[in-house]
């Protein structure tokens, strides 16, 4: 691979500048003002697969945005990697709270990043993960060292949910034929302790409406007498965890695996720092499930958030209503072997039957998706250890991840492949968040280390 390794340290301005052009175009998939801009990603997106020479390079049209697809076929005998990622990104506000503009990315030192972060909407979350796998595929052309085949498929809807993905992956399951899935949309513990994700929490994501009277009403004259359905839903939502925040939707646990004491142990093996974790976010201390450390709270246990609730008056000054409507959306963070469809019947069935006689209330459901683990005893759970073990010269640790890629537990069950996730970014690079940024190191160090991955899984496979 030393012909690849030579080829990315002559072009790494170049891979950065196109990576800033990239990041440059707002594809914010959530909303439709953006449409322009999210298909014209997707163009950019083909245009690099068809420069770096990659074969048959498709803009494959969705009931919403576009897939691009690609492969390069080097022999028919040899094994394929399917890499996936996505070219959409999360909405950028509050715009008010970036440093520097989101879609006009810079360069900047953090202390965490001393060489300095890519800043942008997308730098980390997946555009400037998704396209090491370009540059690394390219390194790997130009040099003659492509050792199997490769085919991309980068979508422009993860953020909203992937529903059109799924769609194109049920009936294309012949065309998207591989060995193995590899993504890079995750993280890993710190530039000095590279670890590999091996599961993926699922999602039961709803939106929910109480309604009391049927017309806003003079708080003075009404107040004390009918439900308020702001102060309800604030209860109700209360409730939603008991003293020991635990869940209590009735059955919301049924299915939870449960991990042995010996997985337990393996688990807090892993460097955490309760300490440093409060500090990074400015809080006196933790909250979560009792019984769990943190690190177990946020991979391997389901959790249940209010990410947003309105309703009433919200603008300047005082204003004297009781609303007749209150509003919240709420994410259910689910683990093997819960099912999103049964969750979020079951979140229906009981945020229904606890609302008092004085409201009506209503749950919409919006996207969900399974959990994913994945083994590491699979060779190319191996070739990806190797890889990082050659480029950062220490053994990767397995980790379970919080967030979710519900596409991945499609994979399994659509395609039979199993995913390795090798994310670059880090907790602290504020993905989703302003001031979204991305190690220089981490994306250099990405486009280096996928080569090897290649090398290796092709070696393992014979
Ligand atoms: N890349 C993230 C998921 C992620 C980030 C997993 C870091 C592990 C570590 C992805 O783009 C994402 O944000 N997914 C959404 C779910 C989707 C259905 C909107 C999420 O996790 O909230
Ligand atoms: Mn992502
Ligand atoms: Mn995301």
Redesign the pocket.
């Known amino acids: 691979m030393t012909g690849s390794q030579n080829f990315i340290k002559e072009n790494k301005e170049r891979f950065l500048k196109e990576l800033m052009d990239l990041l440059r175009i707002p594809s914010v998939s959530a909303d439709p003002h953006f449409s322009k801009d999210v298909h014209a990603t997707a163009e950019l997106v083909a245009t690099h697969l068809r420069s770096i020479g990659i074969d048959q390079v498709e803009i494959c049209e969705t009931k919403g945005y576009p897939i691009v697809y690609g492969e390069k076929v080097v022999d028919t005998k040899l094994p394929t990697v399917l890499v996936y990622g996505?070219y959409d990104v999360q909405p950028a506000d509050p715009i008010d709270l970036w440093t520097s503009p989101p879609f006009e990315p810079v360069i900047q030192k953090t202390e965490i990043h001393p060489e300095g972060a890519i800043f942008a909407r997308g730098a980390c979350?997946?555009k400037g993960q998704m396209f090491m796998h370009v540059k690394a595929v390219e390194a790997m052309i130009k040099s003659n060292e492509l050792p199997c085949n490769v085919k991309f498929m980068i979508e422009g809807e993860?953020?909203v949910g992937s529903e059109n993905l799924g769609i194109f992956v049920k009936e294309n399951v012949e065309k998207l034929k591989a060995d193995i899935i590899l993504v890079s949309?995750t993280g890993m513990l710190a530039n000095d302790v590279p670890s590999i994700t091996t599961g993926l929490r699922g999602l039961s994501y709803v939106e929910v409406e109480v309604t009391g009277p049927n017309r806003d009403l003079h708080s003075g004259l009404y107040g004390g007498c009918v439900a308020n359905p702001i102060n309800i839903l604030a209860k109700m939502i209360a409730s939603l965890h008991d003293e020991n925040n635990h869940i209590t939707i009735p059955g919301f646990y049924d299915k939870v695996v449960e991990l042995s004491d010996e997985e337990r142990a393996e688990m807090a093996k892993a460097p955490f720092s309760h300490a440093n974790y409060c500090k990074a976010l400015d809080i006196a201390d933790v909250m979560g499930e009792n019984g769990y450390s943190t690190p177990e709270r946020g991979s391997i246990r389901p959790t249940l958030d209010v990410n947003g609730i309105w309703g009433g008056y919200t603008g300047e000054g005082a204003k004297t209503v009781i609303a007749s409507k209150a509003y919240a959306k709420i994410s259910m963070r689910l683990v093997p072997d819960q099912d999103p469809v049964e969750i979020t019947e079951l979140f229906q069935k009981h945020f229904e039957s606890i609302g008092p006689a004085g409201v009506k209330v209503k749950v919409t459901p919006h996207h969900g998706g399974e959990a994913a683990v994945t083994p590491i005893d699979s060779i190319g759970y191996k070739a990806a250890s190797l890889a990082y073990e050659k480029t950062f010269g220490v053994k990767a640790i397995p980790v379970r991840s919080g967030g979710s890629?519900p596409i991945v537990a499609m994979f399994e069950k659509v395609l039979g492949l199993k995913t390795i996730l090798m994310g670059f970014g880090l907790d602290s690079d504020a993905?989703h968040s302003p001031n979204e940024h991305f190690g220089l190191f981490n994306y250099y160090r990405g486009i280096e280390t996928i080569p090897y991955f290649y090398k290796n899984f092709t070696e393992l496979s014979k």
Request: net charge negative; charged share 60%; hydrophobic share 25%.
């Open positions: 996505h979350d997946d993860e953020e949309d890629i993905i």
